[in-house]
Each structure stands twice: as structure tokens, then as C-alpha cells.
């Protein structure tokens, strides 16, 4: 099982265990990745399912306050009519979607918490420093990762991006691969910036970063996204 469904919770079958089993399937693969320390975009996925669920709970709270009112009668102290809440007629559609989503809610939390732990132990083995002098503009520049073991440098172009959503305006970093050097004496990190610089003349004076693994991850599922979060904490501080 590759992904958990964006709609996961309220297409096909509407079956507790049924969704049950779907969920913990897709749990089952996250935890398994989490050990094999693959951490994206698995965690991307269920930040959002978590916020999903919520979001859906939120509004079937607000679906049964809105629901009709009687009057239970009149406070004589200051005449306020005082009111309750008339038995909602539930569907069992809506009832199972509840109950799965009870179910889910703790266990994405769970997981996600997992997950973030994982991240904070594979950060104190990464590390970022600038390489050479760096220019008054860093939203575009050259990030090189590196992990000492394999003795190789893979070389990126990033450029920082800017986009919004209901709630706030967020950062993030666009990169594309440029090549992988082979490390030796004579490629230096900062020999591999000049050589970059002559070689690409869009970027004459380009803000280079060293993002240093001590151990060896697995590149796109976690070095590259914990780098490129790194590299957006320090441009934009």
C-alpha cells in the first residue's frame, strides 16, 4: 500500500471495519518506512489526514449545535429564555463516519509523533555552513550534499519560494539536480563553487550551502527534505 486516499474517509465502502483495516494497512507501511528512517513524504501525508480528520470533527460538532432548539423554560432572575438541544435524528452514515474517525484520530497522532521523533535524531547528525562569502540575496544559490562515508557531493541549484494558504504565508525551497562529484583533494567544496560559478553564468555570485550527513539516509525521503529545511531556516533568519 502506497498512499492513504486524500478522501479517504468518506468514498467507498462506509464500513468501520473495513476503514479500519485500510487505515491500518497505510500505518503499517508508514511505521515500516519510519525504521527504515524514510520520513517523507509519509509524514507530509499524515499531518494532512490528522488535519483532515479534525477539521471534519469540527464541523460535525458545529453541524450539532446548529441543529433545532425548544425552550426549556425562563430564568426568572433575568428573564433569558433558556433552551435545549432536541434529539438529532443521526444517520448511520454519519454515525459510522465518526466512529472511524475517532478510531483514526489518535493513531495519525500517534504516528506523527513518532515520526517528528525520528526527524529531531536524524537532525543533530546534519549539519549547514555557507561555503565562501555570501551574497546580500540568498533566495537563489547552490546547495551541495554531502555524506563523508560514500565520499560524494551532490550538487543542487535551489531557489526559495514564497506561497500562501488560508492561514499564513510559508517558505519553501524549489532544487534541481545539477550532478554529483566524486570527492577528492582537488574537489573542495569551495572549488566545486568556483567551477559552478564558471560553468553557469545565471548564477555569477550564488549563495552556497554544505548540508554535511554524518551518517548515510536515504536521499529523497529524508536528506534532501531535512536540507532543504535547513537551508530555508537560514536564508530567511
Known sequence: MKSLEKDWLTT?????????YVLLAYLQQVKSNFKSKKLYPDL???????????????GIDQMSIQFP????G???ENLDVE???????????????ESIMEYALP?????????????EEVQKDIHI???GILPLYKND???LLHEPIIHETRVYQYNLTIFENKHERLRGLKTFYVETIKKSALSTFENIKIDLVKRYKHLPNPATYLVESKYVLPLEETFLPIAKKKVVEVVTN
Not at 507530509?44 to 469540527?58: A, G, P, V, W
Not at 432548539?69 to 426549556?72: D, H, L, P, V, Y
Not at 438541544?85 to 448511520?92: A, I, K
Open 12 to 20: 467507498g465502502l462506509i464500513d468501520f471495519e473495513y476503514k479500519k
Open 44 to 58: 507530509r501525508d499524515l499531518q494532512y489526514h490528522y488535519d483532515y480528520s479534525m477539521y471534519f470533527k469540527d
Open 69 to 72: 432548539k425548544r425552550i426549556k
Open 74 to 76: 425562563v430564568n426568572p
Open 83 to 97: 433552551y435545549e438541544f432536541s434529539n438529532q435524528p443521526q444517520s448511520e452514515y454519519l454515525s459510522e463516519i
Open 107 to 119: 493513531r495519525f497522532k500517534n504516528a506523527l509523533h513518532e515520526g517528528e521523533q525520528i526527524v
Open 129 to 131: 555552513a555557507p561555503i
Open 141 to 143: 544559490g547552490y546547495l
